[in-house]
């Protein structure tokens, strides 16, 4: 695709659920993130993806947070027995090789815990 | 030492203003500085980006000044309009890892 694509767009769950946020980067994107935004505050990060290197994973704030990437294409973002303090905005963002070239964002997905 | 910190948490500037955004960071081995501009409802976009071995980049009505010897680099918006008011987030890294941004700063132009 065009850009990079995020689904759902928006998400209500019922605390104690689990949730998949999922993330399609842009074709031959090697490098892959994963942001928390809570409203009005900044990115926090989560979880970065760099080709076949192990993740990034310093960010994951609980260990019911946990993300996966398949080679080079979709990620997806889980969150298990969510709480409401989970309710946030999650964005996505890939590059072309790593840390240093430009990432594109997402739309991201607005998860809301009821 | 991986934190960039930002300032002002929020910034009015009148139409035509300059508007300046400075952040700080303390890794010398982050070599790649970028500015992302973020609207409401949206993911951040780039908007501008320097490496350390130059000290001012200018594209069109932005401008980043880098001072590598205190650590810090800031951005500029000339003649600031009422389409700039976004909130911006810096952000710093280095070639093996990963973007940390700022706590990004809102700025408001007033007509």
């Known amino acids: 695709g065009a850009g990079v694509s995020q689904s759902p767009s928006n998400k209500v769950t019922e605390k104690g659920k689990d949730v998949e946020l999922r993330c399609d980067p842009i074709?031959?994107?090697?490098?892959l993130y994963w942001y928390r935004q809570r409203l009005g505050q900044g990115l926090e990060f989560l979880i970065y993806f760099q080709g076949n290197s192990a993740p990034d994973k310093s960010g994951l704030p609980s260990d019911r947070f946990s993300a996966e990437r398949t080679g080079e294409s979709v990620s997806t973002l889980t969150i298990q027995r969510t709480q409401q303090e989970d309710s946030a905005v999650y964005l996505c963002?890939?590059?072309?090789?790593?840390?240093?070239?430009?990432?594109?964002f997402g739309q991201g997905t607005r998860l809301t815990v009821v | 030492q991986q934190q960039v910190k930002q300032s002002p948490q929020s910034l009015i500037v009148q139409k035509g203003g300059i508007s300046i955004i400075n952040c700080a960071y303390e890794?010398?081995?982050?070599?790649?500085f970028p500015w992302y501009q973020q609207f409401p409802g949206k993911g951040p976009a780039l908007l501008i980006a320097i490496r350390p071995d130059v000290s001012e980049k200018k594209e069109g009505r932005f401008t980043i000044s880098f001072n590598k010897s205190a650590k810090q680099f800031s951005l500029h918006i000339m003649d600031s309009q009422p389409g700039d008011s976004a909130t911006y987030f810096c952000a710093a890294s280095r070639a093996t890892g990963k973007l940390i941004f700022g706590q990004g700063t809102t700025l408001q132009v007033k007509p």
């Open positions: 963002a890939s590059s072309l090789r790593n840390g240093n070239t430009e990432a594109f």
């Open positions: 074709s031959g994107h090697t490098a």
């Open positions: 890794n010398t081995a982050f070599d790649y």
